[in-house]
């Protein structure tokens, strides 16, 4: 989900949501490009950035913990399929 770069915030960018991310809750599709629009301020995951993303979304932990147990869903789906 993160790839650090040297984007500026000032350039215009593009967030590529994998298709499985599409199927998530549109409250963690939020928390995703939250987290990812801070990184263009604040690469790594440092005290800086948690504080970024809180002021920016002050319920993330929630939500962050809700994505982790929704991706092991999508993960479980994908490989019940094979
Ligand atoms: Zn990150």
């Keep these: 989900m993160c790839v650090p770069g040297d984007a500026d915030i000032e350039t215009p960018v593009s967030l590529i949501l994998a298709g499985k991310f599409c199927q998530l809750p549109v409250r963690l599709i939020d928390y995703v490009i939250a987290h990812e ?12 950035f948690w504080r970024m993303l ?10 962050k913990n809700d994505l982790a147990a929704a991706q092991a869903e999508l993960v479980w789906s994908v490989e019940g399929e094979a």
Excluded: Q, T
């Design 37 to 48: 629009m801070i990184h263009l301020k604040e690469h790594s995951h440092s005290p800086a």
């Design 54 to 63: 809180g002021e920016a979304m002050p319920d993330w932990e929630v939500r």
